[in-house]
């Protein structure tokens, strides 16, 4: 069975400041991996997904991930954030292959303050 | 293509009331996704449709609980005699089963207080 663990429940940050949210899973197969942000009483939005290939992966609103196989890994970068990207992270993994349901950690909440 | 719409967007309803929520997904995504999310926790997964079959559900999901997708499209996923515990957002998700678009698309949740 797939987990996540998010080790941050809560990262603040001022304004153009860099972030990273940190993301580690556990699996013993291969897998997809995602990171989506969720602002306050709406659904989930997918801001970039791990399925194959290069480990660096770009999403939207400038962010980015990059996928560490041997540290089972999948941290959440921005270099400059700003005061709309407050709100929470959710990293998810899924068995590869299309199989199978996402499993969400706990979340982030990033505060970024002026 | 509108995404994935959820209704109601809010329900509030006595303890031991039955409720029932609709999620219509992206019309062409073949898998439905059923989650519930509780205050300062992740998504947690309840069931999910390939199309209309009912492929898996969660331990989670109790026998109060019951979901369907009858024409492979919308689908509902109705409470029977609710509790205060089932108080929750329920989100509802659809995605494509091919590899290369991947993802879920998660709709904007159904909020269920229980008074």
């Known amino acids: 069975a797939q987990s996540v663990t998010q080790l941050d429940s809560q990262v603040p940050v001022f304004e153009e400041a860099p972030v990273e949210l940190r993301c580690n899973y556990s699996?013993?197969?291969?897998?997809?991996l995602f990171w989506y942000v969720q602002y306050p009483n709406q659904g989930l939005q997918l801001l970039l997904k791990y399925l194959s290939g290069s480990t660096l992966v770009k999403g939207i609103n400038g962010f980015e991930a990059e996928f560490n196989k041997s540290q089972t890994s999948f941290h959440l970068r921005k270099p400059s954030v700003h005061i709309s990207d407050t709100a929470e992270y959710f990293c998810a993994v899924s068995r590869g292959g299309s199989q199978g349901n996402l499993i969400f950690g706990k979340g982030t909440k990033l505060s970024v303050k002026p | 293509d509108t995404g994935v719409s959820q209704d109601p967007r809010h329900k509030i309803t006595k303890r031991g009331q039955n409720v029932t929520f609709r999620c219509d997904p992206i019309?062409?995504?073949?898998?439905l996704y059923w989650y519930r999310q509780t205050l300062g926790q992740g998504p947690e997964f309840l069931t999910y449709?390939?199309?209309?079959?009912?492929?898996?559900k969660s331990r989670l999901l109790s026998d109060r609980f019951s979901a369907e997708r009858p024409k492979g499209s919308f689908s509902t996923l109705e409470i029977q005699r609710t509790e205060q515990g089932d108080s929750a957002m329920y989100l509802c998700?659809?995605?494509?089963?091919?590899?290369?678009?991947?993802?879920?698309?998660f709709g904007s949740g159904t909020r269920l207080t229980v008074v």
């Open positions: 699996s013993s197969v291969s897998v997809y």
């Open positions: 449709f390939q199309n209309e079959a009912q492929l898996e």
């Open positions: 998700a659809s995605s494509p089963t091919n590899r290369e678009n991947y993802g879920y698309t």
């Open positions: 019309s062409e995504h073949n898998r």
